[in-house]
């Protein structure tokens, strides 16, 4: 017998489990909205972004202009996670498309991170854009708005395409931009309103998007938009290891550095008239002002004793200021061809010389130091090949890699300052160690084949990684590691960042090298620089961390992220450490001694390779400045030709080594390839222009491969018709004695 009153109940509970499934948020399945690209140094073009969402497993597809960064894919992960977070068990019960149509040039990927999380929550809430309503900005996983370019250039196209209210990052109003020829600083919120109509509004995070959204835009009162200020968080001192003493020494004197070098760079700004480039001088009043907001940091970070963090910023500085002094003081540098750059160069080519002999006198006791140069020597030859190969066509590009070559020198000077000493026993990289280099290297590259595209990508890691094999190409097995577990822990870090990073992970980390690196045994101790250098600059993300988690949970996020991948760099080169101290604090060194002449002499033809270690007596060769007879001189010189020809030969089989391994990559990264296809992880026309790159070059491969077949196989019949012929001339031979003989 039907029963109303029960009918009514089932279908009132079906009705309920339809609107609070899952499934039921995405009641707009096509959504879009208009952003903005930077199409040139002072104009912007209108794009459109369009989302499908639909009932699936989770898979981020994209149809993007190929222009486009694949940085692009790694804001829309971070948009759909950012999205989650709002909406709630959306992020694997959908499949989400994007797409991106637009007639620029190029489109800033990351920009368009915060429209897509708008868009998606948007859908997701049955509630559609209005037309008048754009935005800018980054977006991190946890829905924090981050900083990007062409502000002004975007809300100006904006503007022009009845746009009505453009959100931009927090700390962004001020602009500094070229208005009739003058160059200077707006409030852009202010002269968007006066002098276009448009409201722009500072968002700090997805909530405060969502906010102004809500709103009718007539209801917006300019006059009462706050002017949002960053959140920052203010250091405690910290206690820093007798370690650090050194790089006390050296952050003092590089504020002071720069802060007279910014002088002369805003001096030579006033007086040039040379520079007839609006959108030039518009870049180098923004390089100016990004030194001073860095030497300001720099200052505060070297008052609480954050050595790492402030030198970084007041290297930051020195390197910006230094390109627009170099500008200022020669235009012509920026030049298609320019005689001051090309001359420059070869001064840079000199530099890296005399500081990689000089790297050769370091000290035993100062080991450390002397790693920490070298690497920087490597980056900044790495910086040089790029310019002497001409690989850089845009011109302000070209200066900024010679600036931070030489930026680089600079500081591996000062290192190797720290590093030589009046010792007798010289640091000398050891042969023990190349094997573990190789290994740290390869281990690196197994990693990379199996990440993601936008991590196998990653700038950072792809140079850290190319220095490890610049460093084992030299002989420099201890630096290579360094560089390698660098390379190692951005991959971990990336792979952390997309998995959600667990706060109980990161904790464990963090209290790990609290007990190691900041114990009162080890404030005293001289060991452990470079871990200890980078844990400190985690300690100060960390404490920020803690600082923002109750009242701003997105910033404490972010800076948890940044802590933890600064740890993961401080956890690999602390286990680098540990091998490389134990390996020469506790070698018996007294016994075989290399001679070397006198220790100023650097232009000594020193040989990296004189190294050798017995690992069962622990018995290492270093240098000494201590004088001998000629027959130690003779056995000195054997030694180094031995040693040299068993380079050589080591270098044909790492080369034999190298060729295999690069055919297997290259087939590795094809099949990478075709995974993500199928996993809609890349475009189709990304797929089909990075698949016939792997695919040509495996083809000259393949032809090389082929090329020495062919050789052996010459090779081989002309011994085959050698062998014949000199059977011949025997048999000849033969019968013409006996003919000989019957006579």
């Known amino acids: 017998m039907f029963n109303r009153k029960y009918f009514l109940s089932f279908l009132i509970l079906v009705i309920s489990m339809i609107f609070i499934s899952p499934f039921s948020y995405a009641l707009i399945e096509h959504g879009s909205m208009k952003i903005f690209a930077v199409s040139g140094p002072d104009s912007a073009m209108e794009a459109t972004l369009n989302i499908e969402i639909h009932p699936g497993t989770g898979k981020v597809l994209a149809n993007i202009d190929s222009l486009v960064g694949n940085t692009t894919q790694e804001s829309q992960k971070n948009a759909v996670n950012a999205t989650d977070l709002v909406i709630g068990n959306t992020k694997t019960k959908y499949d989400y498309i994007f797409e991106i149509n637009s007639g620029a040039y190029s489109i800033d990927g990351p920009s368009a991170g ?9 859908m997701f809430k049955d509630k559609n854009i209005a037309e008048e309503v754009s935005m ?5 996983q946890e829905g924090y708005v981050g900083d990007v370019g062409g502000i002004y250039q975007k809300a100006k196209k904006a503007s022009e395409v009845g746009i009505k209210l453009f959100m931009i990052p927090a ?9 009739d020829g003058n160059v200077e600083k707006i409030d852009l919120v202010e002269y968007a309103y006066d002098n276009w109509g448009l409201k722009v509004v500072e968002v700090q995070n997805l909530t405060d998007v969502l906010n102004y959204v809500s709103k009718n835009i007539d209801d917006i009162n300019i006059s009462y ?3 949002v200020k960053q959140e920052t968080y203010q250091p405690d001192r910290l206690d820093y290891s007798i370690a650090l003493a050194p790089m006390r020494n050296i952050t003092a004197k590089y504020v002071i550095n720069a802060e007279e070098n910014l002088e002369i760079a805003k001096a030579n700004l006033n007086q040039s008239a040379l520079i007839k480039d609006k959108s030039i001088q518009e870049n180098i009043f923004s390089i100016i002002e990004s030194a001073e907001t860095a030497i300001n940091e720099a200052k505060i970070y070297s008052a609480n004793n954050y050595l790492y963090s402030a030198a970084n910023n007041s290297f930051i500085a020195i390197v910006n200021v230094t390109i627009v ?10 030049g298609e061809t320019s005689t001051v750059l090309d001359e420059k160069i070869k001064e840079l080519e000199e530099t890296i010389t005399l500081a990689e002999k000089r790297s050769t006198l370091c000290s035993l006791e100062k080991i450390e130091w002397c790693i920490g140069a070298r690497q920087r020597i490597t980056w900044a030859e790495q910086k040089f090949n790029i310019l002497k190969e001409g690989k850089t066509n845009e011109a302000l590009t070209r200066v900024s890699d010679y600036s931070y070559a030489i930026g680089w020198i600079k500081i591996a000077n000062d290192f190797l300052d720290v590093g030589i000493t009046d010792s007798n026993y010289k640091f000398v990289e050891s042969n023990s160690f190349k094997a573990d280099a190789q290994k740290k290297i390869i281990d690196v590259e197994n990693k990379l084949i199996l990440a993601s595209l936008e991590v196998s990508n990653d700038p950072d890691l792809l140079r850290r990684l190319d220095a490890a094999k610049i460093n084992y190409e030299k002989g420099w097995y201890v630096t290579s590691m360094y560089d390698s577990v660098t390379s190692m822990a951005i991959i971990i870090t990336r792979e952390e960042n997309e998995e959600t990073l667990d706060a109980n992970v990161f904790q464990i980390k963090y209290d790990n090298l609290i007990n190691e690196l900041r114990s009162i045994n080890e404030l005293n101790s001289d060991n452990h620089v470079w871990s200890k250098m ?14 923002f988690l109750a009242n701003n949970e997105t910033k404490a996020k972010g800076d948890m992220q940044i802590s933890n991948s600064i740890i993961n760099m401080a956890l690999g080169i602390f286990e680098v450490e540990n091998k490389v101290l134990a390996y020469y604090n506790n070698a018996d060194y007294s016994d075989i001694i290399v001679v070397i002449g006198d220790r100023n002499d650097v232009n000594l033809p020193i040989s990296q390779n004189t190294i050798i270690k017995n690992a069962d007596d622990q018995k290492v060769y270093v240098y000494t400045n201590e004088k001998t007879n000629n027959s130690s001189n003779l056995l000195y010189y054997v030694l180094v030709v031995g040693l040299f020809i068993i380079v050589i030969v080591g270098i044909v089989e790492i080369e034999r080594f190298r060729r295999k391994e690069k055919k297997v990559f290259v087939q590795k990264q094809i099949a990478h390839l075709d995974e993500m296809l199928l996993e809609g992880k890349i475009s189709s026309f990304t797929y089909k222009e990075m698949r016939n790159k792997y695919l040509e070059e495996l083809k000259k491969i393949k032809e090389k491969e082929l090329k020495k077949e062919k050789q052996k196989v010459d090779l081989k019949i002309k011994r085959e018709h050698l062998l014949v012929y000199k059977e011949d001339k025997k048999k000849q031979n033969t019968k013409d004695k006996k003919k000989l003989i019957k006579k």
């Open 114 to 122: 915060a429209a897509m999380a708008l868009l998606m929550v948007s």
């Open 136 to 140: 800018t900005g980054t977006i991190s």
């Open 171 to 179: 700390g962004n109003r001020e602009q500094v931009v070229t208005i």
């Open 225 to 227: 938009i706050p002017i």
């Open 325 to 334: 002094n170099e500008i200022l003081n020669n235009p012509s540098i920026l």
């Open 534 to 547: 980078y844990f400190d600059h985690a300690v100060y993300f960390y404490k920020s961390y803690e600082s």
